[in-house]
């Protein structure tokens, strides 16, 4: 791929008179305007929006009958496609105009009825508003707060649960819309506090909604993919890894060249996760290996394309690959792109468990010394923010007891307290969320030769 640099050269080499910025903003306009008229034929917001500005146009032109007729057509668009928001521009353009010829031939009855549809499609609005704030709301606090850890951390939530349940319940259309964003801000919810048996029910629920609705999804789909990676990470999450292919088969369709290119490189990053975790979980370790040697190079390195905790946990699963085929040169590469050289979030579980990772490959290695440093820096980099997991904790202290040098005996002494606490571990639903990405309770055990 040619870079910015390097075209900027080469254009002022062949038309030194013209200046490249001037013309690569003519060029966004023509490009754009022509990708406009195209799904102007093929999408039906298109054809709504466009339809506005010919109504425009023949009210400037003083030719309101042929806007009447134009803005008739595209109520039934708008009803179809439910859109609420050019639903209601629509009815107040209809009333306008009935207002504008002095209501002739229009009954009362006939005028209330329209006032009242465009009132309901107002209600709409406001509920799918509301719905919108609560879930932007809850990813906020992920992002920022991280997921729960705690029953403390869970509690935080219940103003957001006890807001959406209100609006749930009052009395307004069921929109398509609004069940969308119901069944998302349940979904995203369930999974931000540790129930992924729960998050998973919604998500199918969710998916099966898309599907009776295929007519109406966005382009690209976005929130199709995101139900569909919200299904794979739940059922990833409670280890039923034997429904995973089902749901990878429909994620396959995703990777369509009708979308945009960032959307299939999502859709991609997102296929190679998925099915490393399968094989890895299988243990097929030569066919992940093949998976990684096969792919599209380009597929690791389009950072710009992706959000980083996506690209973070693409680069993690072929670290685990190379962990788990004992080439530790390789695994390291590609966890230090995460701790190193990625977008440092120290509340990202994946950030957590690249670091984990990222010291086991160490000790593997024997390299204590690097490991006491990296343990400090780790603490250091959690206090204040949150309390440690407990799964952090049993590696940091395995590291201290160093198992490899240990003579079976000791081990043996050593192993009472620590499956206490692995026993423990592996019964809480928010250690799962560090869990999902690596068995770390299995390292342990190796490691005691349980």
């Known amino acids: ?164 349940m209100s609006i749930v319940s009052a009395k307004t259309k069921n929109s398509l819309e609004s069940r969308k964003l119901h069944l998302l801000f349940q979904s995203f919810f369930f999974t931000d506090i540790g129930d992924y048996k729960s998050a998973l029910k919604t998500f199918h629920e969710l998916n099966r909604l898309f599907e009776k609705n295929a007519a109406l999804w966005r382009h690209p789909p976005l929130d199709y993919l995101s139900s569909l990676d919200g299904i794979l990470d739940s059922l990833r999450t409670i280890g039923c890894y034997e429904e995973m292919d089902f749901y990878i088969s429909k994620l396959e369709q995703l990777d369509n060249p009708a979308y945009p290119e960032y959307f299939c490189f999502i859709v991609r990053k997102s296929l190679m996760i998925y099915r490393l975790t399968v094989l890895l979980n299988a243990g097929q370790w030569d066919r992940a290996l093949q998976l990684i040697s096969k792919s599209d190079p380009n597929l690791y390195k389009t950072y710009t394309l992706v959000d980083d905790d996506k690209q973070n946990e693409l680069l993690f699963c072929i670290a685990l690959t190379y962990f788990k085929a004992k080439n530790l040169k390789k695994s390291q590469k590609h966890i230090q792109e995460i701790v190193l050289l990625g977008k440092i979030d120290h509340q990202s579980m994946i950030y957590k468990a690249s670091r984990l990772l990222n010291m086991l490959i160490h000790y593997e290695e024997k390299d204590l010394e690097y490991l006491d440093y990296e343990i400090r820096s780790y603490k250091r980099s959690v206090k204040g923010n949150r309390k440690l997991l407990q799964t952090e904790k049993i590696i940091f202290k395995v590291i201290k007891i160093n198992p490899d040098f240990n003579p079976s005996r000791k081990n043996t002494i050593l192993w009472s307290p620590i499956a206490s606490a692995i026993e423990s571990i592996e019964q809480d639903k928010y250690e799962m969320q560090l869990g999902k990405y690596f068995d770390f309770t299995g390292w342990i055990k190796d490691k005691f030769g349980k």
């Open 1 to 164: 791929m040619i870079n910015k640099e390097t075209l900027a050269e080469k254009f002022k080499k062949n038309h030194p008179a013209s200046s490249v910025d001037n013309t690569a903003c003519y060029l966004l306009k023509v490009l754009s305007d022509c990708l406009i008229q195209t799904k102007v034929k093929e999408d039906s917001l298109y054809q709504l929006l466009h339809g506005l500005l010919r109504i425009n146009i023949f009210k400037e032109r003083n030719l309101p009958k042929e806007g009447y007729k134009e803005l008739k057509r595209l109520q039934q668009i708008a009803i179809n496609s439910q859109e609420q928001l050019i639903q209601y521009i629509l009815y107040r353009y209809e009333l306008n105009y009935l207002a504008e010829i002095n209501f002739d031939s229009v009954s009362e009855n006939h005028l209330v009825e329209i006032q009242m549809q465009a009132r309901e499609v107002l209600k709409n609005i406001r509920n799918t508003h509301e719905h919108y704030c609560l879930y932007e709301l809850l990813k906020n606090r992920l992002i920022y707060q991280g997921k729960a850890v705690s029953e403390n951390d869970r509690k935080k939530l219940n103003d957001l649960l006890l807001s959406e």
